[in-house]
């Protein structure tokens, strides 16, 4: 699934969905002042432990999940790690829970497989460390269960698991109740991800999920409005925010080439073509069907305000989107570029645009003095040697 059409919540907001499962949870409460953790750790008792509520992996290695052995420590710790920048982004808000003493660590998550069409259901008894390093070092230690959609998780797929990972029997009960719990909270959020890691075995031989993580399908959340409300816009990318909200569908890279694209396996020929002539795409962009020249206009925008962009790239196909309107969009936002108040970079574009008035669209393009190719193949090439300054208009 591309990273457009997912939902990333906290840590705290996944817990929340978890309790309302079945699932066990340490108690604990959101602060976003130093002064709130003191209040929620007096309140709790102590120790507890400050975790810092950012959407980024390496919260633990940043120095952004502490322990605090009472109130005092908590709200200094609370004061050190608010505003703190983990993977780039700024930690607003501390989660403060019940510290656990941990006598095990499992992983257990909820993934869905491509490949079987269904829902998996993956245990490891090696947990809090990413699944991915345990597959890397420990593939035999990884337990799944392909799930059936219609008759969904059974009690003998439960059982497997838990023998699998080497949890003793005495705790087959509650690991039950965690695995079904989780399922039901994966199915019924739109969930394309739901993971606890780690799930521990606490000295008193309990099973608490310590850490909580979800990612919910963007095209579901239509039905799930307190789900959507839930949507961090201070931590999403500026670029991604903004065509979010104009419907677009679009994907930062690492490239220097801009692809604005009207479908997704067009937008991947597009990249796969931009690699094969030696270039590098800067994006992933789909305007999807229909697009007129506003969508256009947002697209290219979104596009240029990228500064690692060197060349742009249209690759439009026409059917139910007009080339001539995708043409006039291209101009309209070129003019506006050069005449708006806030100034864009310029660099060279090169238009591939076919099918529906495709002559028409030619003819607007060329007025403009616009690159043009017939062939994706020339289009890509011309893109890449514009962005490497190889190609003058």
């Known amino acids: 699934m591309r990273e457009e059409n997912r939902l990333k919540i906290h840590e705290y907001q ?6 309302r499962y079945g699932i066990p949870i340490p108690k604990g409460q959101v602060a976003t002042t130093p002064g709130e953790a003191w209040r929620i750790a007096k309140e709790l008792g102590e120790p507890v432990a400050v975790k810092a509520q950012v959407l980024a992996g390496g919260r633990g290695k940043a120095g952004g999940v502490r322990i605090a052995r009472d109130a005092d420590e ?13 993977g780039g982004l ?4 501390v989660l403060v829970d019940e510290a656990v003493d941990i006598a095990r660590e499992i992983y257990l998550g909820l993934v869905i497989d491509r490949g079987a069409r269904r829902v998996v259901m993956m245990a490891s008894g090696e947990g809090g460390i990413e699944i991915e390093e345990i597959a890397r070092r420990w593939p035999e230690k990884i337990i799944t269960q392909p799930i059936d959609p219609f008759i969904g998780l059974r009690d003998y797929q439960i059982r497997a ?4 990972i080497g949890l003793s029997a005495e705790h087959l009960s509650a690991f039950s109740t965690t695995a079904q719990g989780l399922y039901n909270a994966f199915v019924d959020s739109d969930a394309s991800l739901a993971e606890i890691n780690p799930l521990v075995v606490t000295a008193d031989n309990k099973l608490i999920a310590l850490d909580a993580k979800m990612v919910l399908d963007d095209n579901a959340l239509f039905r799930h409005r307190y789900l959507a409300d839930m949507r961090d816009v201070d931590e999403e990318n500026p670029a991604e925010r903004a065509a979010r909200v104009e419907g677009l569908s679009y994907v930062k890279l690492d490239g220097e080439v801009g692809c604005m694209v009207n479908g997704a396996g067009l937008a991947m ?9 030696g270039g590098s795409p800067a994006n992933f962009l789909d305007i999807g069907g229909g697009a007129r020249a506003e969508k256009v206009k947002a697209a290219l925008r979104i596009i240029l305000s990228d500064p690692n ?7 439009i196909f026409g059917g139910i989107t007009r080339c001539d309107e995708v043409a006039r969009g291209i101009v309209e936002a070129l003019r506006e570029l050069e005449t708006g108040s806030q100034p864009m970079p310029t660099v060279p574009m090169v238009a591939r645009l076919v099918g529906t008035n495709e002559a028409e669209a030619r003819q607007i393009l060329a007025e403009a003095n616009l690159i043009t190719a017939t062939t994706l193949a020339e ?3 011309k893109a890449v040697k514009a962005a490497r300054g190889e190609l003058v208009v």
């Open 379 to 381: 289009a890509a090439e």
């Open 269 to 277: 020929a597009t990249m796969d073509m931009t690699r094969l002539y």
């Open 90 to 93: 700024s930690v607003k808000r």
């Open 161 to 164: 698991t838990a023998k699998g």
């Open 14 to 19: 996944a817990k929340r969905i978890f309790e």
């Open 74 to 86: 908590a709200e200094q710790l609370a004061k050190s790690i608010l505003g703190m920048e983990i």
């Open 309 to 315: 962009v060197k060349s742009v790239l249209f690759n």
